[in-house]
């Protein structure tokens, strides 16, 4: 197990131009997987392994130049991909979709803004001050127990005038939705052909047409994606004549979606599938449509209907079987589980790099007044806001890195594991253990195995960290 955790953290040499920020790189991961409190981003990393006397060192890791998130997220992507049980339907991985808003009180930090939570849960209030991130990730199974491995999250909202300052082709400049469509074709590549699963609030043209424009006639990424309850289509034009005098029509009569679970009662099927975790009996009816005003792109529409519950989903595969674009959305809710453990297990969120050089966040400020990065016209304040940018971004991917590999544990090493059921109250109601279960056999455990294999690069480097804490502290002492 050790051996492999060298091998999946090693495979992100390359990533580093610099052997001393790889090695802090190292640190962080397998800090992150053993912490057991978190007071602290990073010093709760640091006491974790007993580095006491190196946490200034750790910090200068995360506004370093010798790493880029970009190549890190594609090293990532093809490990994955190459080592993990990759879920895929007609030879397409299945990659979940969605965004996050985190709560952050800095006043200084890069991003953080007023957003408006549309959450249903009552325990969150109707707005906060945050950073917006949006996040991908692939569906890895065996033994049918799934997990949703984090591939990528980036922040989305409230740096526009930031990423003007040095812009790039593929800089974030649009909306949430847009980045996020981005982040999905980009993450993928190591994967080949994709399937997004994103939720309602996704099902807008922009999004379609970003899609589009990336697969660039390929098709290699496709969509599936809720529509709203409002959602209108459109049949198909009606076939021109050669006497047809006009412009040529770009859509036929207009179908109110959900007007067709009465319209088209008769023609639903029947079928049992496996969703949401249990097996049920659902009733579907497909159709072809064209959607979206100006765009006329057409999709396939699938409406559901199982207990007191109507849905409607579409998907840009047209060759796609509908009872498996209803199986495959399904899905899509495993990100939220991701979510939950990067927040409670990993603490992947508890990010707080912030910088003088940021203006303070006006908590009273309106959504008409200008950005308050406007302000900022010095080159070095820019380049230290944009570091401390990617610092936020850089420590919630060693936070999903770190999620993963106890993602990937779980299901290649502690399948039926005696030894784990300890952990469970009463008796153990699953062959494989959750990440939590994992990350807390491997601190019990990890000051064991690190020394028994001192051939493996992440021993030597952790093993000679703690051996210059212990010379730091005896020199202190004498």
Known sequence: MIKFLNEAICSFRKCFTRLATFSWFVVIVIGIMVRTDRLGATSSVMRSLGLYSQYESLNKYFRSDAWNLHDMEKSWGHYINANAPVVRVAGAAVLPGDGIKVAKEGKRMPGVKRLHQESENSSKPEYIHGLMFGSIGVLVEKNDKEFCVPLGCEVQDGIREIMSWEYKEGERQGSHVVETIKLGHRVSEPFGNSILLLDRYFQTAPAY?????????????????????????????????????????????????????????????????????????????????????????????????????????????????????????????????????????????????????????????????????????????????????????????????????????????????????????????????SEAT???????????????????????????KMDANLAFYEDATA
């Open 438 to 464: 994992v990350a807390d056999w491997l601190r019990k455990n990890i000051f064991r195995l690190l020394p028994t294999n001192k051939d493996l690069t992440i021993s030597q480097i952790i093993l000679g």
């Open 209 to 433: 047409k970003q899609l589009a424009e990336l697969n660039d006639n390929n098709e290699r990424v496709q969509a599936i994606i809720m529509a709203k309850s409002n959602a209108i289509a459109y049949e198909e034009p009606p076939i021109r004549t050669p006497r047809t005098r006009g412009r040529p029509r770009l859509k036929g009569e207009s179908v109110k979606l959900l007007s067709l679970f009465n319209e088209k009662a008769g023609e639903f099927k029947t079928v049992s599938l496996k969703i949401y975790g249990n097996k049920q009996d659902i009733r579907y009816y497909s159709t072809d449509l064209l959607w979206g005003k100006g765009l006329y792109r057409k999709l396939r529409f699938v409406l559901v209907e199982y207990g007191d519950t109507r849905t409607i989903i579409s998907c840009t595969d047209l060759s796609l079987d509908p009872a498996e674009i209803v199986r495959l959305y399904s899905k899509r809710f495993k990100i939220e589980c991701t979510f939950k453990s990067m927040n409670q297990d990993v603490a992947a969120f508890a990010n707080r790099f912030w910088t003088h050089d940021m203006p303070k966040l006006n908590r009273f400020a309106k959504s008409s007044d200008p950005d308050r990065s406007t302000g900022i016209k010095d080159e070095r304040a820019r380049r230290n806001v944009r570091k401390a940018l990617d610092a936020s971004e850089g420590y919630v991917f060693c936070g999903a890195v770190a999620l993963g590999l106890l993602q990937m544990l779980s299901l290649l090493f502690f399948n039926g594991d005696t030894g784990l059921k300890l952990r469970y109250l009463r008796t153990s109601s699953k062959t494989v253990p």
